[in-house]
């Protein structure tokens, strides 16, 4: 596998600033040579000719990574009627820079019956081109055949592939089946990877889209409607329990709601090997925007899972990531223009899915977690950087400051302000769901691979400087557990004498599967002493025909029309005492 080497930058400095990495802070300058960090200390001297950052008062933070971006998404891909996304890998990775996002995580998705290798080199050919900053890729499973296994284990251990997704929806295109989810995740823990998941269920999904557009909705509010809570839900659930049956790492993308939420956190609280990951949208804005009056407003916020009416959505998914019951962030950046949408203007169901938050990710976590209070600068950075590169094990080359490490880094002014807009966003679509939010948290600095390429407002990037990043398998951050677990929970034998008894035969013969009723009529007890069954026409439920087994029917009813009981003809006493009641002797003395 080849390995992950940078390009030789100038000399960088980055003077009196605050280190801040997911585990502490400090004071201290950070040094970057080729593309390296190569020295971090207090008072650094600046080699001749090196540029320095003066970042006193800042900052200073790993560039963040976002896991879940769809840049090179078009007509052969799900729900996405025909068209290419507006946001590719060159606007896209531009506009990530300038919000303080230096590596990439995109999806590579091959259609049913599509070799995954084949799809694999073509968003290679496509990204490696075009690529402002560093990236990865996720790639799909969307069906299973006899070559899937063998490019499963091609991807891992030639291409630098070690995580895969699943569609649960998407139903007659990519989506995939329980049985399928369940010879993937084999295959994907065999191969140290990483199983991923698109969590809804698919055929609940297209049973509602149906009932919806007959009963008249077919507007976006239509979109939310057929895709409920509960179905995000259960789909969450049941990826899990086939991870568990597997003993598969499992990683849930794009966790919309807080039913979706508590599920991946009762998962970790039982000690499975699951990660939770919401995105900046569902941590920004929530799903009233569906009902708005203006279609095109409705239609902008069209994604799946969809954003949540309840509005404490965003606040609950926030304090679940920082409180660690979610791990890491994306943006699911996958734009389509307002005229592209509009191909659904009549019908829900074919307005393409996606919104904007790659450029914006950073500063919305930032102002609704830490400006809120809800988490501090360390546990900022993991979320949005740090806990990505361990789970997809390219920590520490990427998502801490330290000596050796990649010169990802970011200069963040924590106090300055910023008002999100499609207007001055450096994205190509024409609508931002957060738009004329204020956010606190801003980028002044960006550095990638050792280069200053976001300075005072202005970006200098160029196209096709990021490169493609090997990640290698076995995760320690999943498979530490996994792996011993292997070890203690193997299945145990039991050892017994072998059964020698008469075997029900294959066939189901009647004959000979009566005979053991004979057998147990001849060996019946015969009644008790004194016991007289009544006369067939007493008319009495006692009188009625035994059961081919010799018993009473306990199905036939006791009830008698004519009010005769059993005991008509036996004496009555005039009383009785109670030795022990119903319930046993009271100790209570009176």
């Known amino acids: 596998m080849p390995e992950n080497t940078m390009e030789n930058a100038s000399c960088v400095l980055v003077k009196g600033g605050t280190v801040c990495n997911a585990d502490r ?62 946001d590719d890998f060159f606007v896209g990775t531009r506009a990530a ?32 081109e075009m690529v402002c900053c560093d990236y990865s890729l996720h790639v799909a499973v969307t069906w299973w055949g006899d070559k899937t296994k063998e490019e499963i284990a091609t991807l891992c251990s030639e291409k630098g592939v070690n995580s895969f997704k699943m569609y649960m929806a998407y139903k007659d295109s990519i989506m995939v089946t329980d049985d399928v989810m369940y010879k993937a995740f084999n295959c994907i823990k065999e191969n140290g990877a990483l199983a991923m998941v698109h969590a809804e269920n698919g055929d609940v999904i297209e049973c509602n889209c149906k009932k919806l557009l007959n009963s008249g909705v077919t507007g976006p509010e239509g979109h939310l409607m057929s895709r409920p809570e509960e179905v995000e839900a259960e789909a969450t659930g049941r990826a899990i329990m086939i991870a568990n049956q597997t003993n598969c790492p499992l990683y849930v993308v794009h966790v919309m709601s807080k039913s979706a939420a508590d599920v991946v956190a009762s998962a970790r609280k039982q000690g499975k090997v699951i990660f939770g990951e919401p995105i900046a949208a569902g941590l920004g804005s929530d799903g009233s925007h569906y009902f708005n009056k203006e279609w095109r407003h409705a239609a902008g916020h069209v994604m799946s899972p969809p954003l949540r009416p309840d509005n404490e959505t965003p606040a609950y998914l926030m304090d679940m990531l920082a409180n660690n019951s979610l791990q890491a962030t994306g943006s699911d950046n996958c734009t389509f223009t307002i005229e592209q949408k509009a191909v659904g203007k009549d019908d829900f169901t074919k307005i393409p899915n996606g919104t904007n938050g790659l450029e914006d990710r950073m500063s919305v976590i930032w102002e609704k977690g830490v400006h809120s209070g809800k988490m501090d600068p360390c546990r900022f950075v993991a979320v949005t950087s740090t806990n990505a590169a361990k789970i997809f094990n390219f920590y520490p080359k990427k998502g801490v400051i330290q000596v050796g490490a990649d010169a990802d880094i970011v200069v963040w002014d924590a106090e300055a302000t910023r008002t999100i807009s499609k207007d001055t966003h450096h994205q190509a679509v024409d609508f931002n769901i957060f738009e004329g939010m204020e956010c606190h948290g801003v980028p002044l600095v960006t550095i990638s691979r050792g280069k200053v390429v976001w300075e005072n407002g202005e970006l200098n990037v160029t196209k096709g400087s990021g490169k493609y990043i090997y990640n290698p398998v076995h995760a320690p951050e999943a498979y530490a557990r996994i792996a011993q677990r292997d070890k203690v929970n193997q299945p145990v034998k039991v050892d017994r004498e072998p059964y020698t008894g008469q075997v029900w035969p294959a066939g189901g013969d009647n004959k000979k599967a009566a005979e053991p009723n004979k057998k147990a009529e001849q060996t019946k007890s015969p009644p008790a002493a004194g016991f007289k069954a009544p006369a067939p026409s007493s008319g009495l439920p006692e009188s009625r025909p035994q059961t081919k087994r010799g018993h009473r029917d306990l199905h036939a009813s006791s009830f008698s029309l004519s009010g005769q009981q059993t005991d008509d003809a036996d004496g009555h006493r005039n009383a009785y005492k109670v030795v022990a009641p119903p319930g046993g002797r009271s100790s209570i003395q009176f």
């Open 97 to 128: 820079l300038a919000g303080g996002t230096t590596m990439i995580l995109d999806h590579c998705v091959p259609g049913r019956g599509q070799s995954m290798l084949e799809k694999y080199e073509i968003w290679r050919n496509t990204a490696d």
């Open 25 to 86: 802070t400090f004071e201290a300058d950070v040094l970057i040579e080729d593309g390296i960090i190569s020295q971090i200390g207090s008072d650094l001297s600046a080699p001749d000719g090196a540029k320095v950052v003066d970042a006193a008062g800042k900052l200073v933070i790993p560039g963040g990574i976002d896991t879940h971006t769809h840049l090179n998404a078009h007509s052969d891909d799900a729900n996405f009627a025909g068209m290419a996304v507006v």
